[in-house]
């Protein structure tokens, strides 16, 4: 089940994100008893952890029952500067002051980017399940159509069997984490929080182009029994026909 969202501007994405974010909490905490979620980087959810840690939306969650991972992560130490995981803390984890939220990152710092992923993938088994279905997934869209940190030809986008991988990026020169797309279609719900001139390309060809998923890897979000919700801004959806 696919819906598309097209609000005016990168402020009202993060706005209908957040709207989401609380209801779909709420429902998880209430039936499941928690809520795990895979945060994603980039400016679009760094604006909407901004409006979550604030005085609108934070007392509308119960942090506690929250599980927190990460879709991808650079190769980088947790204080990077390029960290997912660092512009999370700084934007949603410091400014809620809690000593009870759940936030299991990859550890960067502590081996070779096989152990790193083999570990995470570990984590992800324990806390969410043996297939770890997520309540929410956030992802981005690069302009190359690349999601998460599964970019065009690379080898994740082959994988079947591990839900996190590190995966060679050949114009990059470097290993990436990345959850796999087993994990993504298995989701209960998928967000692409898209927005911007510069995505209305890429955006054009994942949802209106031909298939082609190893070139397009954002076109392989798919979940099998889940919702597939793309909000995007006027400037990113541009291009679409309709």
Do not use: C
Not at 52 to 79: A, H, M, T, Y
């Amino acid at each position: 089940m696919t819906e598309i969202v097209v609000k005016r501007d990168a402020s009202e994405v993060a706005r209908e994100a957040a709207d989401l974010f609380v209801s779909l909490a709420k429902e998880a905490a209430e039936s499941r008893g928690r809520f795990s979620i895979s945060l994603a980087g980039g400016s679009t959810p760094k604006a909407l952890y901004r409006l979550l840690s604030g005085p609108e939306f934070k007392d509308q969650v119960d942090w506690s029952k929250i599980v927190f991972f990460f879709g991808d992560e650079r190769n980088v130490p947790p204080n990077a500067e390029e960290s997912n995981f660092r512009m999370a803390k700084e934007s949603l984890f410091e400014p809620l002051r809690r000593k009870d939220l759940n936030v299991f990152r990859w550890t960067t710092e502590s081996g070779e980017p096989a152990e790193i992923a083999s570990q995470y993938e570990s984590v992800m088994v324990r806390e969410v399940g043996e297939l770890p279905i997520f309540d929410l997934i956030l992802l981005g869209l690069g302009p190359d159509a690349h999601t998460a940190s599964l970019f065009p030809f690379s080898p994740a986008l082959q994988e079947t069997t591990r839900f996190a991988v590190e995966n060679w990026v050949e114009k990059f020169n470097a290993f990436r984490l990345t959850m796999t797309l087993t994990v993504f279609n298995a989701a209960r719900n998928v967000v692409f929080l898209v927005a911007g001139d510069d995505k209305k390309d890429a955006l054009r060809i994942v949802l209106e182009g031909d298939r082609d998923l190893q070139a397009f890897p954002a076109q392989a979000v798919s979940p099998k029994d889940g919702r597939l919700i793309w909000l995007l801004d006027e400037a990113a959806a541009a291009d679409l026909l309709g």
